[in-house]
């Protein structure tokens, strides 16, 4: 059964970095997009990146140069670098398998997350 375990989060103050790990077990994604999301408190879910291979990258727009996604596929371990955090960044991060990139379906089961709070 695949799962996906998020870790990295914590407290840090706004300007501050933090960087994310899913680590994937079940199966390897290799030629599938791996894909961070995030929720706010009495927000919708929203996606933040999506990553295949090294030319296959997206961001939404509120995260542009400020995030870096990437993937170590020998450790079948996805990755989020964040920095410049602001208190808007303030959520519980999700990893997921993307099914398809333009839609944005997703393949996997939500697991904890991991929670990112931002001071100001």
């Known amino acids: 059964q695949v799962q996906l375990v998020e870790s990295g989060g914590g407290l840090v103050q706004a300007g501050g970095s933090l960087r994310l790990s899913c680590a994937a077990s079940g199966r390897t994604f290799n030629n599938y997009y791996m894909a961070w999301f995030r929720q706010a408190p009495g927000k919708e879910r929203e996606f933040v990146a999506a990553?295949?291979?090294?030319?296959?990258?997206y961001y939404a727009d509120s995260v542009k140069g400020r995030f870096t996604i990437s993937r170590d596929s020998a450790k079948n371990t996805m990755y989020l670098q964040m920095n410049n955090l602001k208190p808007e960044d303030t959520a519980v991060y999700y990893c997921a398998v993307v099914s398809n990139i333009a839609t944005m379906s997703v393949s996997s089961s939500w697991g904890q997350g991991t929670q990112v709070t931002v001071s100001s």
């Open positions: 990553i295949r291979w090294t030319d296959n990258i």
